[in-house]
C-alpha cells in the first residue's frame, strides 16, 4: 500500500522553474540534488524559512511545497 506524502522542499536560487536544485544532506553536508526523492523534507513551510535562513544565510532560495505518491 503506497500513500500520498507533502512536504517543504528548499530549492536553489538559481536553478529553473522547470528543473529545480533540492537541498539534500548527505552525511550531515548540505548538497544539491536535481532528484526531489533526495530532497531534505520538512512538516511547515516556517521550519524550511528558518534552516534557510540560519544555514544557508540566504534568504533567496525557494521553500516550495512538494507532494510524493500516487
Known amino acids: 500500500m503506497s500513500t500520498y506524502e507533502t512536504g517543504w522542499c528548499i530549492e536553489h536560487e538559481d536553478s ?3 528543473r529545480p536544485l533540492y ?7 548540505i548538497g544539491w540534488s536535481y532528484d526531489s526523492i533526495k530532497a531534505f523534507r520538512m512538516a511547515r ?3 524550511g524559512k ?4 540560519v544555514f544557508l ?3 533567496s532560495h ?7 505518491g500516487p
Do not use: S, Y
Open 16 to 18: 529553473p522553474a522547470g
Open 57 to 59: 544565510g540566504d534568504a
Open 62 to 68: 525557494l521553500v516550495a511545497e512538494h507532494g510524493w
Open 23 to 29: 537541498l539534500t544532506l548527505v552525511d550531515g553536508q
Open 50 to 53: 528558518c534552516f534557510v535562513k
Open 45 to 47: 513551510l516556517e521550519d
